[in-house]
């Protein structure tokens, strides 16, 4: 069963063309700015409309006009003043550990320094200064029996099947693997089904990287031919974040492909109402009204999303655009993200401040993944005060 599932697959990852470059890590070694005084001369020669950007590019329907969003993306520290009024030299030690990506879509939507958009897409020097992280802190490798499928839990297992995304997030849990080519090959892909087809156990997969959604429309496909193919496989699940970060990826063509294999469900990642925009409606109804299922997984983030009207506005949003509220996640305690961490009370504080005041539909399940890898644990508001 394995081998017939398996033969043949080939991966393909989309867009930008350094993905095809499987032999060298997607972290740029640019040169560092020689001086604050040519970076602020960098930072006046501003493109004169981002927004504007993003429009044009929103405006082409055709199914490949993502790629060109993506190939234009920020990479390196010393092009950030090129569209915003920043100092590189502040950050290019960051970009050096932690790839950046951010591309035309999403930087259209940065409206000011240190808006809730650029917290989640600049990078920042405090990623480089968090002594209470750690690499893996849900603890992802130890229950890990083949190259990137995490069996935590007896009939479900987490398959990441890319490294890349269409922006990388300062906040990943998954910074240790995210961005570099190599931590998802073909082989990868390919011994994580062989294990999927011979654990009778597992009947829920979830697909996840990087985004599943930046491989090309072909090597979805095939991915989900191979898990269809599996008969204890009744479930098969997709985290992406792409309906957020660059929406114009869900095309007619994919997700008239997407619906070939149902029962399939998304879970997509929205933080702040200012990432509802117009185009991000469209790419969600395209995916509900062939119908998956969407459901979104927010995490709280200091600064970003750390208030209950904001939360508020972004819950009944979500619902607006068909999706609904699933979990709110409290940051991990991953190695670079300890500047966006908030006490749990806040986030207890919040879903007390949702309920009573907005639908139930509105108010998702507040949970902690435990370090160490002890799973998902949800809290109720009546627990502030007891935990830290």
Not at 359 to 370: A, I, K, M, N, R
Request: charged share 25%.
């Amino acid at each position: 069963m394995a081998e017939k599932i398996i033969k043949g697959f080939t991966l393909q990852s989309s867009g930008d063309p350094s993905f095809l470059r499987k032999e060298e890590d997607t972290i740029q070694e640019d040169e560092p700015p020689s001086s604050a005084g040519e970076a602020q001369s960098a930072a006046s020669k501003k493109i004169e409309s981002r927004s504007n950007l993003r429009l044009v590019f929103s405006r082409e329907e055709d199914d490949d006009s993502w790629r060109g969003l993506l190939a234009r993306s920020i990479t390196k520290a010393v092009d950030l003043p090129k569209h915003l009024c920043m100092d590189a030299i502040a950050v290019h030690d960051v970009t050096r550990r932690y790839p950046m990506r951010i591309n035309p879509y999403y930087l259209g939507l940065i409206k000011e320094i240190n808006d809730p958009l650029w917290l989640q897409a600049i990078p920042d020097f405090k990623e480089l200064n968090d002594p209470l992280g750690v690499e893996d802190p849900l603890n992802e490798e130890e229950q890990s029996p083949v190259p990137n499928i995490t069996h935590r839990y007896p009939d479900r297992v987490l398959f990441l099947v890319s490294s890349q995304c269409a922006m990388y997030c300062r906040f990943c849990t998954r910074k240790r693997k995210v961005g570099r080519s190599l931590t998802v090959t073909e082989e990868t892909i390919a011994s994580g089904i062989e294990y999927i087809g011979r654990h009778r156990e597992v009947r829920d997969v979830l697909l996840s990287g990087g985004d599943p959604l930046l491989l090309t429309d072909k090597s979805i496909e095939q991915i989900l031919k191979a898990l269809r193919q599996i008969p204890h496989v009744e479930i098969v699940r997709i985290g992406t974040r792409v309906p957020c970060t660059l929406p114009q990826r869900i095309t007619p063509r994919l997700v008239n492909m997407l619906k070939k294999y149902h029962p399939l469900y998304i879970n997509t990642h929205f933080n702040h109402p200012l990432e509802i925009t117009p185009e991000a409606a469209k790419a969600c109804g395209r995916l509900a009204d062939a119908g998956i299922p969407l459901g979104c997984q927010t995490v709280l983030l200091r600064g970003v999303n750390d208030d209950a009207a904001i939360m508020k506005q972004l819950m009944q949003r979500l619902l607006r655009i068909r999706v609904r509220p699933y979990y709110l996640y409290q940051a991990d305690l991953t190695q670079g993200t300890g500047h966006f961490r908030t006490p749990i009370d806040k986030g207890l504080e919040i879903i007390e401040a949702l309920r009573g005041h907005t639908s139930g539909l509105c108010v998702p399940t507040f949970v902690v993944d435990v370090p160490g890898g002890g799973g998902k644990t949800p809290l109720l508001p009546q627990e502030r005060g007891k935990l830290k």
